[in-house]
């Protein structure tokens, strides 16, 4: 079994098996949101925010943006090192990373729970 040091958790297959339930959960979303576009051709302000003022359409919203950061950090992280072999520019870059994922989270939160 692959052993990672900065992987998601700690293990290639359990990587490799959240980057593929994580899949799922995005293409789940995308096609719940692409059939609320075909039953509602005109969407406006109201129809949108009705849709998400909803709990369980927040909550699977916020389900899908944790697959994305999961999924988003283990496909950069393979990438980082499979082809950055300086360690100091790998470590920099999973640094921005880091930090741009957890800032896009934190963001899509409020804008989620928000008023």
Known sequence: MVS?????????????FIQRVSAVILAVYVL???GFFLV???VDF???KALFSN???RIFTLLAL???AAHAWIG?????TDYIKCGVLRGLLQVIVIL??????VWAIQIIWGA
């Not at 950069?76 to 980082?80: A, C, K, R, S």
Request: proline content about 3%.
């Open 4 to 16: 990672t040091i900065t992987g998601l958790a700690k293990s290639g297959l359990k990587d490799w």
């Open 32 to 34: 719940f949101l692409v």
């Open 40 to 42: 509602h051709p005109q």
């Open 46 to 48: 109201a129809a949108w």
């Open 55 to 57: 709990s369980c359409m």
């Open 66 to 68: 944790f697959s994305l």
């Open 76 to 80: 950069l992280w393979t990438v980082f």
């Open 100 to 105: 741009a994922i957890f800032v896009y989270v």
